[in-house]
T-cell receptor, first 110, second 113 residues
């Protein structure tokens, strides 16, 4: 069975400091990894996906199959980045089940 | 703002009762997924409906059931409620095969006492 682990419940950084939100996964096949974000009083929304290798709001994430990781990074944190971040894994075949991690709350201190 | 709406936003039920939660999909979306999010946890996949048929299920007992209607709106039914069913229930609609691009509703907060 697939699993997504986010070891940090809370990550506090100062504005302008680099951010790295950790995500590790376990899955025997070839997964698709994603990051979702939930800002205060807003709905859960897709932030980025590994397959498109995109940078959204300055965030990037690289899939490391050797370390089974998909850490989310941003070189300079901004106050508006404060939110809950969820790492997620999608298993293809049949139906598309998405497995979420437990989430990390990012707090950017002004 | 997305077009996925859930009702009610909050409700309180007694252990042993039954509950029905509703979800109205984003226009044009034919797939609905339901998730349970317990406090401090990430969303957990309950099941998915595509064209009125359940086509995938997570690790939830049969007392969790659902329906999808011709207009792609959906219901989640939970029978014989237990205290551990207290959670935020999220509905997400998408096009088939694009579940990670789903639009989420604001959720229904269920409290079982």
């Amino acid at each position: 069975a697939q699993r997504v682990t986010q070891p940090e419940k809370l990550l506090s950084v100062f504005k302008g400091a680099p951010v790295e939100l950790k995500c590790n996964y376990s899955y025997s096949g070839s997964p698709e990894l994603f990051w979702y974000v939930q800002y205060s009083r807003q709905r859960l929304q897709l932030l980025l996906r590994h397959i498109s290798r995109e940078s959204i709001k300055g965030f990037t994430a690289d899939l490391n199959k050797g370390e089974t990781s998909f850490h989310l990074k941003k070189p300079f944190a901004q106050e508006e980045d404060s939110a809950m971040y969820y790492c997620a894994l999608r298993v293809s075949g049949g139906y598309q089940k998405v497995t979420f991690g437990t989430g990390t709350k990012l707090q950017v201190i002004p | 703002e997305t077009g996925v709406t859930q009702s009610p936003t909050h409700l309180i039920k007694t252990r042993g009762q039954q509950v029905t939660l509703r979800c109205s999909s984003q226009s044009g979306h034919n797939t609905v997924s339901w998730y349970q999010q317990a406090l401090g946890q990430g969303p957990q996949f309950i099941f998915q409906y595509y064209r009125e048929e359940e086509n995938g299920r997570g690790n939830f007992p049969p007392r969790f059931s659902g329906l999808q209607f011709p207009n792609y709106s959906s219901e989640l039914n939970v029978n014989a409620l237990e205290l551990d069913d207290s959670a935020l229930y999220l509905c997400a609609s998408s096009l088939a095969g694009r579940e990670t691009e789903a639009f989420f509703g604001q959720g229904t907060r269920l409290t079982v006492v």
